[in-house]
């Protein structure tokens, strides 16, 4: 019960800046930046005199990227029912302060709300001028060391129980006084005075916060921190309110996964370490034990080396293909010629913009060059078409992104072709040059890579060729001015990725 009490307090002052997050918009600025107005009223706990924290949200919270920043430090001067006017004392940037725009003030009255004020004492250390240092130090000890006056030669060989001392009081302000004399008198002189606990209180309380928003920050600016994840754990169970779907209690597969942070933490310590001292890091070793340290940091660089060369996105890839042709648009009443090999080879570059960016990179450009070779139907003969085409497109990677490696990646994308072709008409001894366009074409394929970034590719896809005539050999031709051809193929090539 205990256990889960804490565990309750822990997460309350975990989540307790998300509760904070209070959105407004800039009405008005003053000409000289200093002064600002927020619609933020009574109603929204914004309270008199107030220090707060403006952030601006400059990308999205999906993004792998920096997502909050702060604008300015500011204090409250005056609150209406609906509006408040602010000072900012300091201000990080004059370029995020757009007036209309939206931000994050991040209060203090909002943030350690809940909190109660600690309880301060107050100690006069009365001294000789020789005992002065040992003095401060007894007290900042709370002299707990005050009743073992031989404790120095002795040694503690396993010691029973943490030393703490027990107190009403959180903290307490030292004064320190010395003791003077004048003649046959004898007085105290004081040579230190701690602040009034009022206004400690205050700079105490102002530290705490800015601390909760920075923590908050870095936080939120965590490339690897999702809101979602971030609920998920704390989402509570349908049966009851008060416990956590997720459990407070560890499994073996959680303390497996701290015991392998920790050994990798270990592990790079112990390689900087060696790194750091240069070339005499060495000097301190016998043979045996700069042996063991030599196996041991090249097996720390060929493990992130590996570890490197698995998670380094790739922004191109290449993909030499063979396509099988799914229509065939030939007629059955040319009874003299029918082309039964209909195929193309194609080599495409495909890259990715955005790297690096979350949403972004999972959209891809394409390039393609293509050897195509089929046929289909002019009035009642059969024609070849040898067809050279260029096309440029884009693809999308809604499951895995484009370089993951030994995982099926799946793709949709669509292009537009340009290029020529030639047709002929053997049945009718003629000949004609096309021109050809595709708008546009659809294709959805999947991807295997492989460590060594090689890997193989699958891809259906469907267009319309629209061909058109430019020349002929005879004035009469069979073969038409422009026609249109459906194809589908199914193609199967080898990719590299770099």
């Known amino acids: 019960m205990l256990r889960m009490t804490v565990y309750a307090i822990s997460l309350i002052v975990i989540t307790l800046p998300a509760w904070a997050l209070t959105e407004a918009r800039l009405l008005n600025q003053s000409s000289s930046g200093q002064t600002v107005v927020f619609n933020l009223g009574v109603h929204d706990g914004i309270k008199n005199g107030d220090y707060a924290v403006i952030v601006k949200q400059i990308r999205s919270l999906d993004s792998r990227d920096l997502r909050l920043v702060p604008a300015a430090k500011a204090r409250n001067v005056k609150i209406n029912s609906d509006s408040s006017i602010w000072i900012l004392y300091k201000i990080f940037d004059h370029e995020l302060l757009v007036k209309g725009d939206k931000f994050l003030v991040l209060s203090e009255s909002q943030m350690l709300s809940g909190r109660r004020p600690p309880h301060l004492g107050r100690v006069t250390v009365v001294t000789n001028q020789k005992e002065l240092k040992e003095q401060i130090s007894n007290a900042e000890s709370d002299d707990k060391h005050r009743l073992g006056k031989l404790n120095n030669k002795y040694e503690v060989m396993t010691p029973a129980h943490e030393t703490h001392a027990k107190t009403d ?12 004399r004048s003649k046959d008198l004898r007085y105290r002189s004081s040579i230190y005075k701690s602040a009034d606990k009022g206004e400690f209180r205050r700079q105490l309380r102002l530290a705490t916060f800015e601390k909760l928003v920075t923590a908050y920050l870095q936080r939120v600016n965590d490339p690897d921190f999702n809101y ?6 704390q989402r509570k169970s349908e049966f009851s309110n008060e416990i ?14 701290r015991k392998e942070s920790v050994r990798s933490t270990a592990d790079a310590k112990l390689f900087r370490s060696i790194l750091e001292k240069g070339e005499s890091w060495s000097e301190d070793y016998s043979d045996e034990e700069l042996k063991n340290a030599l196996n041991q940091v090249s097996v720390l660089q060929e493990k992130d080396r ?11 890839g290449l993909v030499l293909a063979y396509g099988l042709n799914l229509v065939d648009a030939q007629t059955k009443d040319d009874p003299l010629y029918q082309r039964g090999s ?8 495909e890259v990715t913009p955005f790297l690096k960016h979350d949403a972004l990179e ?10 195509n070779y089929t046929a289909f139907a002019a009035n009642s003969f059969n024609a070849d078409l040898n067809e050279y085409s260029m096309s440029v497109g884009s693809n999308w990677y809604p499951v895995y992104k484009p370089y993951a490696v030994e995982s099926p990646i799946v793709y949709i994308g669509t292009y537009i072709r340009s290029g020529f072709a030639s047709a002929v008409a053997p049945s009718a001894n003629e000949k004609a040059n096309y021109t050809v366009i595709s708008l546009p074409g659809f294709r959805a394929g999947f991807k295997y890579l492989m460590r060594n970034q090689i890997g193989i ?6 267009e319309t060729l629209k061909i058109e005539r430019y020349e002929s050999s005879k004035l009469n031709s069979v073969l038409p001015d422009r026609t249109n051809l459906v194809e589908a193929k199914l193609g199967i090539g080898l990719a590299y990725a770099f």
């Open 169 to 180: 009081t959180d903290a307490d302000l030292i004064d320190l006084e010395v003791w003077k």
């Open 228 to 233: 979602d994840v971030f609920y998920e754990k």
């Open 244 to 257: 956590s779907v997720h459990g407070n209690f560890d499994s073996e597969y959680n303390k497996f996964l």
């Open 306 to 316: 590996r570890i490197l060369v698995i998670a380094k996105p790739t922004r191109y």
């Open 342 to 349: 209909r195929y193309s080879s194609e080599l495409d570059f």
């Open 362 to 371: 999972r959209f891809t450009l394409d390039g393609t060059f293509r050897l």
């Open 457 to 462: 590719r699958l891809q259906l896809s469907m």
